[in-house]
């Protein structure tokens, strides 16, 4: 009589964060629809685009063709590699930022100059300045660990390079990327296990300086005071807002059909960019909106629960990294949407992955290498192989 054994195998473990993976092709997917939707109009009817209406549909997907192609390169990069460059990294984005602001040089787009022309393409740095602010704020917080508790030799240094940089970025002036930039700088820091009581100080000298900021500047101001009551000046400072509250409204519960907005016909500015998220609302209604709000969630939790996992395997720059990422992206939509729905002052920030422009689409797929690079050498690490 022949016995025969069955033996369990285990099936092979994946290499990859599937639902990561599956998060950003969709977020990439509705982001090249609605961008087509809100864009058709204004392509058609520009003659810079040469009346074609597919011209944004065209260089968006050329956009997250290169982005993709760019993840795919970063990928290949370990997490230390980052590590020992974020510094250099770092003092190029400074770079990049001086080299806006002379004149000839950074190109100039409705008052505000934030782009370096490539002939091709426009550059926006404080896009890159975002990722170049998380690999450096991990490196500083790892470098600093022993004298974390130390307010002047842990928290004044970077200080001062947040303040180099938030300069810059509002002489462009670029408001939304300044607060990004900062709250990468404080997340990581709070994430690095820095002295909590200075996070007490900081969280009562931070909206004193912001309030600051917005009493200095007449610009600013406005934008605060359009907010609060679009209303009160509907075809002025209100106007972007009241029509986006007015897609909002028309969306109701399904929205009114793919291809269906009103408020994308010459009446929202910025449709395909800032607020992509209102035609979003007006086309696909509160369903869309909350499908899209549902992936970033998505995102953030599975960047944290990456860098949770990193930090287990003491991998604390690569658990830095990640959740760095996640803080960026989440902290970006967040606003993103808020200003949207009228919760927020309006910003010049896109939507993560979704809204059209070159350099915030080439950047989020970098970012997003990164975090499934990290998760890569976790599971590589995990099984004792290496990375």
């Known amino acids: 009589m022949v016995s025969m054994v069955r033996t369990r195998t285990r099936p092979p473990q994946a290499q990859f964060d599937e639902l990561l993976m599956w998060v950003l092709a969709g977020l990439l997917a509705i982001g090249l629809v609605m961008v087509y939707s809100a864009s058709i109009a204004t392509a058609e009817g520009s003659k810079f685009t040469g009346y074609q209406p597919s011209y944004y549909l065209m260089r968006h997907g050329i956009f ?12 290949q990069v370990p997490v230390e590699t980052w590590k020992n460059y974020a510094p250099v990294l770092f003092v190029v984005g400074v770079a990049l930022l001086l ?3 002379i004149p000839g040089i950074g190109k100039s787009v409705n ?3 934030r782009w370096l022309s490539l002939f091709v393409i426009n550059l926006q740095p404080s896009e890159l300045m975002k990722l170049f602010a998380v690999l450096y704020a991990a490196s500083y917080v790892v470098r600093k660990d022993k004298v974390s508790h130390l307010f002047v030799k842990a928290f004044v240094p970077m200080f001062v390079v947040m303040a180099l940089v938030g300069s810059l970025l509002l002489l462009e002036p670029d408001m939304g990327a300044f607060v990004v930039i900062c709250a990468i700088a404080l997340g990581t820091l709070w994430l690095g296990g820095f002295n909590g009581k200075v996070f007490a100080a900081l969280l009562v000298a931070l909206p004193l300086a912001f309030a600051a900021l917005i009493l200095s500047s007449p610009y600013r101001m406005q934008r605060v005071v359009g907010f609060m009551d679009p209303w009160a000046d ?3 400072k209100g106007y972007q807002l009241s029509h986006a509250l007015i897609a909002f409204g028309r969306g109701e519960w399904f929205g009114v ?15 395909h960019t800032d607020f992509l998220m209102a035609v979003i609302a007006e086309e696909l209604g509160l369903v869309g909106v909350a499908a899209v709000i549902v992936l970033f969630a998505l995102f953030v939790i599975r ?5 949770r996992h990193a930090a287990f395997l003491e991998r604390y720059y690569a658990a830095l990294v990640a959740q760095g990422i996640g803080v960026w992206l989440g902290v970006q939509a967040m606003i993103n ?10 910003k010049g920030l896109t939507l993560p ?3 059209f422009g070159g350099s915030g689409v080439v950047v989020n797929c970098i970012a997003a290498a990164v975090l499934l690079r990290v998760d890569y050498e976790n599971r590589r690490v995990a099984r004792g192989l290496p990375v």
């Open 234 to 236: 509907p075809f002025g």
């Open 353 to 355: 992955f979704l809204s």
């Open 64 to 75: 997250i063709a290169v982005g993709v192609a760019a993840g795919v390169f970063a990928f």
């Open 337 to 346: 949407i808020g200003v949207n729905m009228g919760v927020l002052p309006t």
């Open 257 to 271: 059909g793919l291809g269906g907005s009103v408020e994308k016909l010459f009446y929202l500015p910025e449709a």
């Open 303 to 307: 960047a944290f629960q990456i860098g």
């Open 111 to 113: 008052g505000s100059r």
């Open 99 to 101: 080299l806006v602001l």
